[in-house]
């Protein structure tokens, strides 16, 4: 059983390039996160999806977009990569209390 | 606007003594709580949780408190180990919303 699984691990990015990092559980569960963690500081909610076809913003949505067109998958889009956006970011998914967390990528963009 | 507070960024203890981390909030609507425990390089594992209608859980050797009237929440791990050296986050959500916010985090170091 994977649970959680993100990829890429890592990868740079150039300011404006965009890219998409995947994530996708095996656990049947309905809701998925995504989080960003900067140095120093706790883990952010960007978006959350609480089943297939329904997603919503959290604290930090800017720059980013998501979709959910399966249970298992919930793809987070970076279009125009800014330095900001250098973080590490994490997927999760829960049936509906307990979060599981992939490993996270890591992301730099220069 | 930080609903979920950490402000003991890290703290150090001695093997076999007790570790206490602390979280307050802010958001009276919160009903759910989890502590996360976040090795580097991985990610965040659950710990422990507890509803607001209890005051304590206990696992093991880590126990949650509530207190909903100070709006705070604290872990302690007895007795300290040195594998539970680790970054511990605290968590908390709404009714129905199963949207958690997170604190900053408190670096915990258990010194052999």
């Known amino acids: 059983n994977a649970g959680v699984t993100q990829t890429p691990k890592f990868r740079i990015l150039k300011i404006g390039q965009s890219m998409t990092l995947q994530c996708t559980q095996d656990?049947?569960?309905?809701?998925m996160y995504w989080y960003r963690q900067d140095p120093g500081m706790g883990l952010k909610l960007i978006y959350y999806?609480?089943?297939?076809?329904?997603?919503d913003k959290g604290e930090v949505p800017n720059g980013y977009n998501v979709s959910r067109s399966t249970t298992e998958d919930f793809p987070l889009r970076l279009e125009l990569a800014a330095p900001s956006q250098t973080s590490v970011y994490f997927c999760?998914?829960?049936?509906?209390?307990?979060?599981?967390f992939g490993s996270g990528t890591r992301l730099t963009v220069v | 606007d930080q609903q979920v507070k950490q402000n003991s960024p890290s703290l150090s203890v001695q093997e076999g003594r007790i570790s206490i981390l602390n979280c307050d909030y802010t958001?009276?609507?919160?009903?759910?709580f989890l502590w996360y425990k976040k090795y580097p390089a991985e990610g965040p594992t659950f710990l422990i949780s507890?509803?607001?209608?209890?005051d304590k859980n206990e696992d093991g050797r880590f126990t949650v408190f509530l207190n909903k009237s100070a709006k705070h929440l604290s872990l302690h791990i007895v007795p300290s180990q040195p594998g539970d050296s680790a970054v511990y986050f605290c968590?908390?959500?709404?009714?129905?919303?199963?949207?958690?916010?997170f604190g900053t985090g408190t670096r915990l170091k258990v010194l052999a």
């Open positions: 507890i509803s607001s209608i209890k």
């Open positions: 968590a908390a959500s709404a009714p129905g919303t199963y949207k958690y916010i």
């Open positions: 656990m049947n569960h309905n809701y």
């Open positions: 999760a998914s829960s049936p509906q209390a307990l979060c599981t």
């Open positions: 958001n009276s609507m919160f009903d759910y």
């Open positions: 999806s609480v089943g297939a076809g329904i997603t």
